[in-house]
T-cell receptor
Framework: KAGVTQTPRYLIKTRGQQVTLSCSPI?????VSWYQQTPGQGLQFLFE???????NKGNFPGRFSGRQFSNSRSEMNVSTLELGDSALYLC????????????FGSGTRLTVV | EDKVVQSPLSLVVHEGDTVTLNCSYE??????LLWYKQEKKAPTFLFML????IEKKSGRLSSILDKKELFSILNITATQTGDSAVYLC????????????FGQGTRLTINP
């Protein structure tokens, strides 16, 4: 079966712009989580959606937002990009609503210049 | 705040060696501890541990959890160059935000 698909794979943006990243979970998975990975901070939790509802949010500024659609696909948006937002953004989906069996996508590499 | 600490942060060994990677955590209550292998981008699942003292094994990899001492180890025997990767440990807390709390990872390099 198809894995978690994230698009685009790579993105270069300028400071101040906004960006939208997409994640298509494994078919049947209703939980989608987003993580930011940087060399200095490691993997940091951004938010989690289950059945179109945001259940949890990490300690990130309001510039980071997301949503989930009825088909479980999810998007995250970062507005007013800063250089420090350069990172690998990973999406993970799971079947159950308590995070068991996370499957990660290959991520979107965002570079802010 | 929940915290996961991995050691060492970096390790270089020769092919055929055995390595032990460490993961300690400061989490009051957790549902499970997970190990992932990250080679290029997507972390891939290795083990999920929920009970103390029960070893999980998959080929040359094995892992065990000690809930009393709050740590887990990942062992890799007869290492191969294909084992070169970043190994991530994560804890899934019972209380608070439903999220994985990751350690910094251990970068393992296997030289031929």
């Amino acid at each position: 079966k198809a894995g978690v698909t994230q698009t685009p794979r790579y993105l270069i943006k300028t400071r101040g712009q906004q960006v939208t990243l997409s994640c298509s979970p494994i078919s049947g998975h209703r939980s989608v989580s987003w993580y930011q990975q940087t060399p200095g901070q490691g993997l940091q939790f951004l938010f989690e959606y289950f059945s179109e509802t945001q259940r949890n949010k990490g300690n990130f500024p309001g510039r980071f937002s997301g949503r989930q659609f009825s088909n479980s696909r999810s998007e995250m948006n970062v507005s007013t990009l800063e250089l420090g937002d350069s990172a690998l953004y990973l999406c993970a989906s799971s079947l159950e609503d308590r995070g068991y069996g996370y499957t990660f996508g290959s991520g979107t590499r965002l570079t802010v210049v | 705040e929940d915290k996961v600490v991995q050691s060492p942060l970096s390790l270089v060994v020769h092919e055929g060696d055995t390595v032990t990677l460490n993961c300690s955590y400061e989490v009051t209550n957790f549902r499970s501890l997970l190990w992932y292998k990250q080679e290029k981008k997507a972390p891939t699942f290795l083990f999920m541990l929920t009970s103390s003292g029960i070893e999980k094994k998959s080929g040359r990899l094995s892992s065990i959890l000690d809930k009393k001492e709050l740590f887990s180890i990942l062992n890799i025997t007869a290492t191969q160059t294909g084992d070169s990767a970043v190994y991530l440990c994560a804890v899934y807390p019972i209380q608070g935000a439903q999220k994985l709390v990751f350690g910094q990872g251990t970068r393992l390099t296997i030289n031929p």
